[in-house]
């Protein structure tokens, strides 16, 4: 069984945002559960996922959702879907307070190997490092 209280994930830096990895892919092989702090007035580099969707649970804070050309503002909770292949990023619009959601990443058909080899802690350092070739800093002034 796994059971995991959000205090007790492992927490990591990634382009200026405060992450907490709940539910790895190496346990699950088919899903994963990270929570995701956005600083006040801070953003999520604008990506997209060949191989699975993602789900985002909005539970504080006050965000700008943009999905493939669409974008919503929503105000805490809310849900987002985002399908495979689609551009997307979240924005906290306030300015003075953290945005907290937890995303939900499911790969329909299995885990690829080259996305689980070496355990997600590699696979997080892959998506750091050109995150940062795109200028986005691990660490930014909170």
Known sequence: MYVRQFTDGEPFRCAGNN???????????ACEAVLQI?????VTPSNS????MQIYLIW???AKIVIGGDSKHVT???I?????RTEHWVENLQQNQELHYLYIS???????AAEIEGGWKK????IIDEYVNRGYPVDAKQ
């Open 106 to 112: 499911v790969w329909p058909n299995g885990i690829p």
């Open 49 to 52: 996922h060949d191989t699975f």
């Open 60 to 62: 504080k804070g006050e």
């Open 80 to 84: 987002a879907f985002v399908p495979p």
């Open 19 to 29: 992450f907490v990895m709940l539910l790895p892919r190496d346990e699950t092989k």
């Open 38 to 42: 956005v600083r006040p007035g801070g």
């Open 123 to 126: 696979v997080y350092a892959g």
């Open 76 to 78: 805490a909770p809310a």
